[in-house]
């Protein structure tokens, strides 16, 4: 079985801020989740990797490259490290003061005010992530089938399934990468046997699609909605959950 999704705060879908309101604050921080919730999403979305030294981080990309002043790889970093860069001036000198932030720190911050999905980047990179992950979240002792609660998502399938069995209340996602698509009717009804939600890139999603996964009843998200043309056409096809970087 795979747990329930009864999400009842808003009409219509849910507002998921992608990255925060990562279209007006710098991706993955502080200041993006802040605004994300002044602006009313339901969740925000964000990532995580592993530092050097075991702990979780709040980072999209593999390597710090693009969005501090530093070069190399996050596991090469200790969380210290990564907590003394400045996350923000490649946005805009005016979040000059955002570091690189630890998902404790952002779970401390949100949890059971807004609602989270997290997503694990590529964890064959970081061995034992799904355990430290599942570790964290049990900590917070959050109401489950609420809009503060947690959705926890990846690309990697096997991920996905290790969660279920680690967190088999906490309602999972698996992403669907175009290279994934078109998915057969064998793959989709053994993802459906263990998420909750089966989150698609919004130009693969249509009616049928939506169908497939409604008719299992599964729930489906679209990223990454970041105009009106397709806010609209997603909301026809009815999807549950728009991930955006404006969520306003
Ligand atoms: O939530 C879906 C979306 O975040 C997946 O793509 O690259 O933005 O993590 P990416
Ligand atoms: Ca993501």
């Given at each position: 079985?795979?747990?329930?999704?009864?999400?009842?705060?808003?009409?219509?879908?849910?507002?998921?801020?992608?990255?925060?309101?990562?279209?007006?604050?710098?991706?993955?921080?502080?200041?993006?989740?802040?605004?994300?919730?002044?602006?009313?999403?339901?969740?925000?979305?964000?990532?995580?990797?592993?530092?050097?030294?075991?702990?979780?981080?709040?980072?999209?990309?593999?390597?710090?490259?693009?969005?501090?002043?530093?070069?190399?790889?996050?596991?090469?970093?200790?969380?210290?490290?990564?907590?003394?860069?400045?996350?923000?001036?490649?946005?805009?000198?005016?979040?000059?003061?955002?570091?690189?932030?630890?998902?404790?720190?952002?779970?401390?911050?949100?949890?059971g005010r807004i609602g989270i999905l997290i997503e694990i980047k590529d964890p064959p990179l970081y061995p034992g992530i799904e355990?430290?992950?599942?570790?964290?979240?049990?900590?917070?002792?959050?109401?489950?089938?609420?809009?503060?609660?947690?959705?926890?998502?990846?690309?990697?399938?096997?991920?996905?399934?290790?969660?279920?069995?680690l967190l088999p209340d906490i309602p999972g996602a698996v992403l669907i990468h175009p290279d994934q698509h078109p998915l057969s009717d064998e793959t989709m009804d053994k993802l459906a046997s263990y998420a909750s939600y089966i989150n698609y890139n919004h130009d693969l999603l249509n009616e049928e699609i939506a169908l497939e996964i409604h008719s299992r009843n599964r729930k489906v998200m679209a990223w990454t909605i970041r105009n009106d043309q397709d806010m609209k056409r997603m909301k026809k096809l009815g999807v549950d959950g728009i991930i955006t970087n404006y969520p306003d």
């Open positions: 079985t795979v747990s329930a999704t009864s999400f009842s705060k808003s009409e219509g879908p849910l507002i998921i801020a992608h990255r925060g309101a990562s279209g007006y604050a710098p991706e993955n921080t502080m200041a993006s989740f802040e605004l994300a919730e002044r602006l009313g999403s339901d969740f925000i979305e964000l990532d995580v990797r592993m530092s050097r030294d075991g702990e979780l981080v709040v980072f999209h990309d593999k390597t710090v490259d693009r969005t501090t002043k530093y070069t190399g790889y996050v596991h090469n970093y200790t969380l210290r490290e990564l907590h003394g860069m400045d996350a923000g001036s490649f946005f805009s000198a005016a979040y000059s003061n955002e570091a690189i932030v630890s998902l404790e720190e952002v779970m401390d911050r949100f949890a355990e430290k992950l599942a570790e964290i979240v049990r900590r917070y002792e959050l109401p489950y089938e609420d809009t503060a609660g947690i959705i926890i998502q990846s690309f990697d399938f096997e991920a996905m399934y290790r969660i279920h069995t």
